[in-house]
C-alpha cells in the first residue's frame, strides 16, 4: 500500500508541475503574440517569429524595423507582474549569448555583411493592468562600440 501510495504522490507532483510549467509556457507566447502585434502596429515588419539556429541560438522575432530601415532581433520577456522586478532583469548575459548567436546565424544566411542591426527587448506585463514596453538597443555585441 506504502508503494501505491507514495507513486500516487510522485504522479501528483509531476502533474502539478508539467501544468505549472505549461501555463508557463502559454503565458510566454500570449505575450509574444501580444508583443508582435505591438511591433506590427509600431513600423515593423514581422519577418520570423521563433527562430532556432542550428547548434543553439535563438531569436524570439526578427522584424524590419521601417522607420529606420534595421534589421531587429527582439527577445520577448512576459511576465504577470513586476513583483520579482522587471522582465528585462531576466535578459542575462546566457541569454544574450543565445540571442545573439541565432542573430549572427541570420545574418550569415542573409550572406549581407553591412546589414545594419539592433536588439531589441519587448517587456509583456499580462497582469492588470497589461503593458507593453518596447526597448531598442537594449544590448550591444559584445566588444562593439557605442556611439
Given amino acids: 500500500m506504502g508503494l501505491v501510495r507514495s507513486t500516487a504522490e510522485v504522479l501528483h507532483r509531476l502533474r502539478r508541475r508539467n501544468s505549472a510549467e505549461a501555463a508557463h509556457i502559454a503565458l510566454g507566447r500570449r505575450g509574444e503574440e501580444v508583443a508582435a502585434r505591438h ?3 509600431n513600423g515593423h515588419k514581422i519577418l520570423r517569429r521563433n527562430f532556432r539556429a542550428p547548434h543553439g541560438g535563438e531569436v524570439d522575432i526578427v522584424c524590419r524595423d521601417r ?3 534595421e534589421l531587429v532581433f527582439v527577445e520577448v520577456k512576459t511576465r504577470s507582474s513586476e513583483e520579482f522586478g522587471r522582465p528585462s532583469e ?3 548575459q546566457k541569454k544574450r549569448r543565445l540571442v545573439i ?4 546565424k541570420w545574418l550569415r544566411m542573409l550572406e549581407m555583411p553591412d546589414i545594419v542591426f539592433r536588439f531589441d527587448i519587448v517587456e509583456v506585463l499580462a497582469g492588470p493592468p497589461g503593458e507593453v514596453r518596447h526597448i531598442e538597443n537594449a544590448f550591444h555585441l559584445p566588444g562593439a562600440s557605442t556611439l
Fill in 67 to 69: 522607420r529606420h530601415n
Fill in 39 to 41: 511591433l506590427g502596429r
Fill in 90 to 92: 531576466a535578459v542575462d
Fill in 101 to 104: 548567436r541565432g542573430a549572427m
